[in-house]
Structure formats: C-alpha cells, structure tokens
C-alpha cells in the first residue's frame, strides 16, 4: 500500500509517464520500503505527498547510473515543457473561470423590495420664489427619515458637469454639503480626445463617464435639466426641462453656495452662414461629424456623382487653427491615409483634400513656435494645405469665402466642401449672457468675470462662484488701483490718495498683500529693489502715485488672462472643493473680527494660482508637448504619440474609460477604423 | 579569463546570487579551469554559453555534499520562483512590445500614389432604359485597363446587406461574376443579438460589420443607395440616392442575374397611432430605445414629475410575444433590476412595470409548449406582467388600448405607457410590392413568391432570385396539380388528364419527380405503399385523378411557410451562391436538350430544402433552446445564458464583431451597463 502511495505521490510530482517508470525500477531493485518511509514528507505547498529528490540521486549512483541519465534528461525536459504549458493552461484557465464566476454573480434574478421613506417634500414641493414656481428643496433621492436634518444642511448647487464641475466633486466633503449637480448631459465628456471619436479611432462612449456614478460616491443628487437664471437675492436657481407631456416645465433650485460651470459656446465672429458647417464641442457633434464623412464616401461612390461633385464631397476644411482644428485635421488625415483604400474605390483617396484656415500667421499659435513649425512642416509633408492669414467671411452652403494677404494685397478666395469644421475659439453661452445681465460689474462679453478666489463678480452675498470656460478671472488691476491705493492712504492717514509717497520699507510691506490678492502677479513682483529703482523716476527715495500707479499697470498688462482649457477647470474645480470643504468647518467657528474686510474666503483659503503643467497636441501620428519652459518643447512621430496617448490614458476619469481607451486603440490596430454610419 | 567567463556564464544562466556563490566555491576547490573546459556549451536557444548540469552534480558529491544540499535546496526554490515570475513577466512584457510593434507598423504617414485607371464609362455611364437614366455598367471600383473584360462578365446584382446577401457573398465564386451589391445600410446588422444594444448590454457597433469589407474579399462592388424599381425585360434595377445637392438621384443597375435580399418592414395589422411607438428592426431603433428609456429615468427623477407621471414614464409595454418582444422585455427587465438601483433613485424600481401584451394564448408561441410556460413562469417570478390573449386596437400618444376576453366577455382594458415597443411579425417592404405589382402572378400580399428553386415566380428569364424575410416558397403544390398530371398523362399517351390512372409502380416512379420539385415534401411521401392504399379509396389498384389530387391536396396542406428568420435567409443565401457557382461553370457546356423543360437550375443543382437547426430565446439571465425535435427542448438559468451567448458568440459574422462581443458582456460584468443618453 504504501508503495503504491509512494508511486502516486511521485506521478503526482512529475506528472509525466517517464518519471513514473524510473521510480518503478529503483524502487523495484531490492530497495526495502522501510529504508524508503522517512523520505516520504508532505509539502506544505502543494498539499500533495512527495519524496525530496536527493533520494533518488543517491540511489540512482547505484550502478545503473547511464540509463538513468538518459532518461532524467528527457524527463527533464518533458517535464518543464508540461510543466509549464500545465501552469500556463491553468493560470489562463483559472481566470477564465474566476472571471465567469465574477460574471454569474453580477445577474440579479428578483429584485431586492424593500420600503422607501421618500420625503413628502420631494413628492409634492412647496411653490415660491418670484414666479411662484416648486422649489426642490429635498429631492426624490433623499432620505425621507432625514428631511429635517438635511433641510438644515448648506445646499451646493454645481450647474455643469464638465472638468471644472467633475473636479469640485471629487474633491468635495459630502459630509458638509447637500449637493445637486444641474446638467442637460447626464455624462462627463473627456474633451481632449473628442477629435478621435469623429473618425472612429475612439468610440464616443470611451470618453464619457456617467455622471451619475461621480455624483453616487458622494450622496449628491443630479438632475438632467437646463439652468435659465438666477435669483441672487432670494438664492433661487430658476432651472427647466422639458416635462413628459412634451412641454417645458421651471422649477426652482435653492442653493446657500452656487458654482457655475456650464462652459462655453464655440465662437461665430460675426460670420454668416453657420447652419452649413459642422461644430465640435459634445459627443453628438462627434457623431455628427463621423457620419457625414462617411456619407460623403458613399456618394462619392455613386455613378450619378461629377467629378467636380466627387472633388467637393472629399474637400474637407477646418477653420481655426487651434489645437480642436488641428487635432481634427490630423486624424481626418489619418483615417484617410489608413482606412479609406482599405475600403473605398482608390479614386477617392486620389481626390481627397484638407485645408486648415487660420487666421494667424501660424497653426498652434499659443504653442512655442519650434511646435508649431514642426507641425506645420508635417502637415505640408501630409498634403495637409495650411491656410495662414486667413480671414473667413463668409459660409455658403458649400463653400467657404476667406481673404488672404498675398504681397501685401488682400484677395478674397473661396474653398469648396464636403464638410466644414468651425472651431474657433469660445463664446459666453445664453445662460451665462443671462446673469451677465443681471450683474451690473459684469462688463465682459466673453466670460462672467470673477476675482481671484472664484466668486462671481457684482453678486451681493459674494456666495456664487464661476469656474472653467465660462469664466475668467479677473486681472485688471488697473481699476483696482484706486481702491487699493485709497487703502494705503487710508493706513496712513493721508485723505487724498493722489498725496500718498511709499518709501522703500513701505513698499516692501505692501507687495505682499498685492500678491496674496493678486497671485499671478507674483512672478512680475520678485526683485522689489530693481523695480522701486525703475519706477522711482525722479530718484526720490518714494514712489508717488503717479509712479506706484504706472508701476502697478506695467504689471497688469503682462498678465494674461487664463486660457480656456479642461486643465485650468480642473484646477479650478479642485481648488473650490478644498476651499468649500475649508469654509464648512471653519465659518463656525469664525469670529467676524478676524476676518479681514470681512471677507470670509480669504480668511480661510489662499486665492486661485493656476499652475500651468503644458499643453500637447495631436498632429497625426505624431505629437507636440508644450511644457511652458523656454527650451522644453519638444515632439515628434511614433514615440511621441504614445507619450500623448499615455498622457491622457492616466487622466482618463475612471478604470471603466481607460479599459474602453485601451481596447479601442487595440481595436485600431487589428481591424482598422470601421467606416460605416448610422 | 575563462573563469571569469565561466561565471558569468554560470550567472546568466541561474540569475541569483546563491547559485553563482555556489559554483564561486565548487570552481574555487581546486578544480583546474582547464578539466572544465570542455565542458562549456553554447546554448542554441539562450545563445549564452552554460555549463551543463550533470557535471556539478558530480562535483557535488565530492565530499562537500551537506552545505551544497541546503544551499541547493533555497537556490532551488528561489530559481524556480524567480525563473517563474522571470518567464511570466517576459512573455506578457513580449505579448505587449510585439503588441506594439505590430501597432506601429499599422500607422502610415505619406499617402502611396499611384497612378489610377478609373474606367471612362464609370465616370460618364452611357444613359438609356425606358427612363433614360444613367446605367452603371461599370464602376469606379473597376480596373480601367480591363473595362472590356468586364463588360462581358455575367452581372450579378444583389440587393440588400443582411443574412442572405452576406451568405451569397461570402459563397460566391468572384471570378465568374462582375458582382455589384446595393443597399442603404453600408453595414451587416447581427439581428438575433440586437434586443440587447437596446439597453446597452452590446454597443450597436459590436453588431454591426462594414458590408465593405465582406464584398472587398471578392472583389464585389457596394453601392449605398435604394433600390426603386426593376426593369424585368430590359434587366435594369432602378436605384435612387440623394446626391451631393441634396436632391434625390436615379440610376439604372444592370444585371444578369438578380438577387432580391431586402427584407422586410414591421407588420401594423391595421392598428391606428403607430407614430407614438418605437419599432426594432434596425442599429437606429435600439439606439433611440435606449435614449428614450434613459430619458424616461431622468424625466422620473425631476421634481415636477408627479406620481402618476412617473408611474406612466416608467411603465415598459411590449406589443408582440414573439422572440424579439420576449427578449427585448427580459434585456429590459436585467438592466432595471441589476443597474438601475445603481445610479437611480430607488423610488423609480418600486415603480417601474413591464407588460407583455400577446394576441396569442402564450408568448413564444412557435416554440415548444415547455419551453414557453418556462418562460412565462419566468416572467410571472420577475413580475413582467403577460397579458395573453390580447389583441391592441389603438395606440393613442401614452397608452395602448386593448381588447382581452375575460370569462367569455371580451373586455377593452388600457395600459399608460413610457415607451411601447412594436414587434408583431413582417410585411413587405414598399419595394417588393412594387416589383409584385409588376408581376401578375404574385397575388401574396405579405412577400414575394418564389419557386422550390428560390425563382422569384412570373419574371420571364428566370434570372430573378429572392432570399429571406422578403421572400416564401411556393408550398402550393394544388395549383401546380393540374399541369403535373396533364405533364404525367401526356407521358402515358393519354389526350384528358382526368382519366389517368397511376398503378403503383408508376406512381412509385413518378413521387421522385414530386420530391425533387418540392423537396419539402420528402418527409410526407415516405411510405408510399401505405399512401397508396389509403387514397386507393375504391381498393382498384389505381390511383384515379381524383384519389390522386385529394392525396396531393393532404400532403400540401401539411407543408408549412418558411419562418422568417436569419437562419433560414442565411441557407437561402448559401444555397444560391452555391447554385450560381456551378451554373456559371455548366451553361456554357450545357445542350438545352440535356435540360428537362428547359429549366437549367433544375439541371444543375437540387431544389431548395429548408433545414431547421433550432430557435433559441433569451429569456432574462437564462434561455430556452427549441431544437424541433420533440422531447429534446431544453431551457434554464445562467449555463444556458452563456451557451446562448456562445452559440450567438460562435456564429458572429467576424473575428472584430467576436472580439466586441466579448469586450461588451466583461464590461457589463466590470461596470455595469452604463446608462448614458445622446
């Protein structure tokens, strides 16, 4: 029995036929079993009874040495080639399996019942405001056992849920705040790659996220609908969508804190004729895009269609020269390049044309200019014809009027298409033009202005903020000046500002407070010495208001404004979550005496830096990487457009989009980009 | 030298420290560099020299046998463990560099030129026909040098992109025709799958493969536009597309032979409002379900929804037990059991109801009776409410109107609906009944009629072909009695039908000839002795006319009409392309004498016979199988789920549409089904 055992365990160790035989003769050649038992321990491994190999070595010396060698080689190698395709098949195997056990464990076959304490508020909301409408209070996802608990709590109210708004839930404490989120799109867009989803090297579901599973991980309700106006006194956000009768219907939202975060527009310039050109600013547009292309293939196809028809059908142009139109070029480009013969009659490849039209003297022109010379030279290289000082006009329905400067002439052209891209920089929305209006600061007709710490310009209670592309942050010192300079005179007990003289010791004092108020203006404000000696002109030892004045403005007009990027939402958004969540655990606490001018948000948060980290582009197989340091741009084929999709793989929102990203991108590789519309 | 080489040979081949000690003392005892000479070997695969192993074991034992055992031993473990996760970590990091390497040679950056001869007669086509349209004889696709060559090419022009088209297509010999396909889809649409991209269990675009890339295989030539009208005696297909104006364009198409593939549109049995329903037979309508169902949830969630709204918004009605109804509703009732709770108020699962309104006394009523009360038991478990025996009379904006008998008074109920789904069995598309206008002898209302040889019946040349949904075989073998007996009493001399007489071994010769014409008849016509016997009614020993005709008239009326379904338009494409490849070959050699009535398909491959391999139906998390065998029907939970999926997984048009599918269902097991609208 026991050899038998012994014969087992060792089969159970090699697995494999050879071993098996060898053991059989030594064991069989006069060995006592006795001599055999001690060898015999279980691994704690493995579980399965074995005997240690020297054992065998020993006896194997014994005489038949040769035969013996022979065969251990084969066993040997047999055994490592089985051994391996064994644990290769059932590590594949195990997760195959594991993964299908995952899998029947996510179906649900009854549903789980159980009492709801919806509140009665949610159900049947109270009606007011200054149109007498419901105000949601409490919402159908709230805790019906909790109503009075939560009606007590601050209400946030985010409208948006683009970067800005996705990165203020992030980072927000939801034990502070009762948080909706007021968005007509029930999804986040991941906007970078949105030109790749207009040719199909991205699907458009790779790049949204449900807005709804940002919103679940912090206990914040959403609700699809439009943002109309806003009641700044009675703190109403007057809010609609269209009813299940198929009419319009307002309610009210009631917020204590509000963040507006509804984006922008793209921008027309005053030109006539848009209904003819496509935009590129939401997955729909994306849709849009990549269906129309096609559609122009399939007619290009077709026996009925002229040759000058075909050439029109497959003129595609893109005005605006930024990074959305050159991003958009280069993956049209390369669809075109890759997947059109693949698939299509060669005449169209033959016949296809791209024109950017831009209206500076180069693509990119926010890029560092080696970038854009680089990109520009790859597109000549591509066929890709570069349009610079170019000024559209005009669209009609199927063509584009531009003037160019040649020779110092301006000479009006036309470019026929197929399809025209119109991304030209960003507009004030009409929501954002609504409560522009109600605000008598706001001057700006292209972006609600705040200051430095996010809140809304004009608004009296100082407690609505505005964050990403529908905002920017107000740098105009300038008008700032007189107050400020009123302060100063006011600290030293001068009446009349025009009067004031800050000597060196002064000066040095008061810088501090210009930077705390006014970050960005910290790298203009580094070598005091030099610039009190630069700006004190008639050498007097103090700067007078002329001068402090002069001074101050020279600053203000290095400043740019920030520019309208995912990155400085994000960073606003961020910034606002750690500020609110500051602000609920500090205002309680807060004796209004300490806090300087009154001004809460100062007290307990420092004032929004934008950071900037780069910008990269697209240009089509290829890709650019502005870091913002003089020198450091840099760019360039293959590599480089894996660095670029690296880039915004890591910042993809959640492991549900990076998977999506990853599988399409692999989905490119094997089987091209799939040409058909629907 | 050589030892210091010997080490490091040594250490590339066992990579950790003790190993390379080890040898550090067994070299260093006295052994002379030059006994180990010989034994160094280059290894073919490593391509790094090692020593072999044998001759350290030998060494070994050498006196120094117990710290070399304990040494060994650890080394051992860690050699294995390390040599492991080494293996493992180079085949995943090889999987993923050949990965990308094979991803890099897929991006091209200069276009290839080349210089192209389009056929002159493709891009100004001669017009003519009665209508004097342009004809596309030749393509823009086709080889300008060889533009003569095809001319004289047999045409063969298919319409449609579904089943059967793509059966033909990828059946279909290229070189014997100049193949053209036309359709308005430029994709092939995975029907059976298409319930579950309605809810987001597959993306549409994992069901769907470019139908250019199925006709690029052979060479075949797709153009996107609508079939209008045929011209049977000049051979002309009338086809219209918008053009690049926007205005509607015709052309002629011409052909040699012409298959008819175009499937079939909703049936509406009459019923009135079928403007408020959605319909589910094409990518578009799963994705407007899935946006209006999502939309449905959002408009629950707002706080000016009432109760009854909400209830009315979520309330799901299903008109139509068949396959596609049935599984619709289980995909349904899956994602608001298992997502919904997930991302939605839980106040919308308490009030959400799904309704199964059937004409019939049970819902899949073509399957087997156990197969259909499993599914209904199913139902009742999950509260899907059946309501059997109902017949819909109206549709109005938000409720379905309906008539059920209930203890023998047929009682008008009505159903408040969010969304209604309309699936109730197949008419003919506008364009069939145009072509069976044109014909006298097609009198069926509800497709086209075709022979046993799939011969759309009254075209004069027999050269007109229809597959699929579109299409039925002529099972009434009555009407053809007449000119079959007149065929057989011509055979015996006798001048009147009527008086013809069969004894048995004429009738045994003549039922062959029956079964080959209508080979659905095989199963019918087994025992012939027994058949004779019994419409032997007067026992002569004779089949008289009249005995003959009743026996006919029994077995026709036990044939049934083909099912329309993928299965059966996918035998009918195989079966044609088969047929059209041997008559390519066999015509020209063919003597029309050697041609029984003239009729060359008949001479050269068998009639049509319709093999039933099964239905299946998903059920919610589990699935029936209907086999047509009795007794061998068989349904249940999660195993039949996935022998479902995998039975759909293994038939998938293509390795993309199989990697998609597989990709779609781990994504429902990882994330969910994400429930996003646009």
Redesign the interface.
């Given at each position: 029995m026991l050899r038998q055992r012994l014969l087992t365990t060792v089969s159970t160790r090699r697995v494999i036929a050879p071993a098996v035989a060898r053991v059989h003769t030594t064991v069989g050649r006069g060995t006592t079993l006795s001599s055999l038992r001690p060898t015999i321990v279980r691994s704690p491994l493995l579980g399965a009874v074995r005997t240690p190999k020297?054992q065998f070595?020993v006896l194997a010396?014994k005489g038949d040495e040769k035969p013996l060698?022979r065969r251990s080689k084969l066993a040997r190698a047999l055994f490592k080639t089985f051994a391996?395709c064994g644990?290769a098949t059932l590590t594949i195997g195990g997760a195959i399996v594991a993964?299908?056990v995952?899998?029947?464990s996510?179906?649900?076959?009854?549903?789980?019942?159980?009492d709801?304490a919806?509140p009665q508020l949610?159900?049947s909301?109270r009606r007011g405001g200054p149109k007498n409408l419901?105000i949601?209070e409490i919402?159908?996802?709230d805790d019906g056992d909790e109503a009075q608990k939560l009606l007590d709590k601050p209400r946030l109210v985010v409208l948006g849920s683009g970067w800005g708004s996705v990165a203020l839930l992030k980072n927000i404490n939801p034990e502070n705040y009762h948080v909706t989120v007021i968005s007509p799109?029930?999804?986040f867009l991941y906007t970078p790659l949105l030109p790749s989803a207009t040719v199909g090297t991205l699907?458009?579901?790779s790049l949204?996220e449900?807005i709804?599973?940002i919103t679940?991980k912090i206990n914040a309700h959403?609700?699809?609908?439009n943002a109309e106006s806003v009641d700044f006194s009675e703190k109403l956000v007057e809010v609609s969508?269209?009813?299940?009768?198929g009419k319009s219907?307002?309610?009210y939202v009631p917020y204590d804190k509000l963040i507006v975060g509804v984006g922008s527009k793209t921008r027309t310039h005053g030109v006539e004729g848009l209904e003819h050109v496509n935009f590129l600013k939401?997955?729909?547009d994306a849709?849009m895009i990549r269906k129309k292309v096609?559609e122009n293939f399939?007619?290009a196809?077709?026996?009925?269609?002229t040759?000058e028809?075909r050439r029109?059908?497959l003129s595609f142009v893109v005005c605006g020269g930024g990074p959305t139109g050159v991003e958009f070029a280069a993956e049209l480009f390369?669809m075109l390049?890759?997947d059109l013969?693949?698939?299509?009659?060669?005449?169209l490849?033959?016949e296809v044309s791209v024109h950017i039209v831009q209206s500076r003297s180069h693509i990119l022109n926010t890029y560092d200019e080696a970038l854009s010379r680089y990109a520009e030279d790859r597109f000549s290289?591509?066929?890709i014809d570069v349009l610079t000082n170019a000024r559209v006009s005009k669209i009609e329905e199927d063509k584009v009027i531009f003037t160019q400067q040649e020779g110092g002439k301006i000479i009006t052209k036309e470019l026929p298409f197929?399809l025209c891209l119109w991304s030209t920089g960003v507009a004030q929305t009409d929501f954002c033009q609504r409560i522009a209006e109600l605000l008598d600061v706001q001057k700006n007709s292209h972006a609600l202005e705040t200051d430095s710490h996010l809140r809304l310009l004009g608004t009296p209670m100082g407690d609505v903020y505005a964050i990403g592309d529908c905002s920017t942050v107000q740098n105009n010192i300038t008008s700032h000046i007189t107050e400020f300079l009123k302060h100063v005179a006011w600290e030293q007990g001068i009446k009349d500002e025009k009067s004031i003289r800050l000597t060196f010791d002064q000066w040095r004092k008061i810088v501090p407070r210009i930077r705390k108020r006014f970050p960005q203006t910290t790298d203009h404000l580094r070598r005091l010495d030099k610039l009190f000696e630069a700006y004190d002109e008639d050498n007097s030892g103090t700067l007078e208001f002329d001068e402090l004045k002069k001074l101050l403005e020279k600053i203000d007009s290095k400043l740019t404004s920030l520019p309208a990027t995912a990155q400085r939402a994000h960073q606003q958004g961020q910034y606002l979550a750690r500020k609110l969540n500051k602000l609920a655990q500090a205002t309680p606490g807060l004796e209004m005496n300490d806090i300087v001018d009154g001004d809460v948000d100062d007290a307990v948060y420092k004032a929004f830096v934008y950071k900037h980290l780069g910008s990269l582009a697209y240009v089509?197989?290829a890709a650019v990487f502005d870091t913002g340091i003089s020198g450091l741009s840099f760019g360039g084929?293959?590599i480089f457009?894996?660095l670029w999709r690296s880039v915004y793989f890591a910042q993809s929102v959640s492991?549900?989009t990076r998977?999506?990203l990853a599988?399409d991108?692999?989905?490119?590789?094997?089987?091209?980009r799939?040409?058909?519309?629907?």
């Open positions: 020297p070595r010396t060698k391996f644990f993964f299908f995952y899998d029947a996510t179906y649900k076959d009854e549903a789980d019942e159980s709801l919806v949610a159900l909301p419901p949601a919402l159908v996802d799109s029930n999804y699907e458009v579901r949204i449900p709804r599973s679940g959403f609700l699809k609908a969508q269209i009813g299940p009768d219907r307002s309610f939401d997955v729909n849709r096609i399939e007619q196809c077709l026996p009925t269609t040759d028809e029109r059908l390369d390049n890759e013969t693949l698939r299509y009659p060669r005449i490849r033959n290289r591509q066929q197929g089509g197989n084929g293959l457009l894996y492991a549900r998977m999506l599988m991108w692999g989905k490119r590789a094997l089987f091209g799939d040409l058909m519309n629907f």
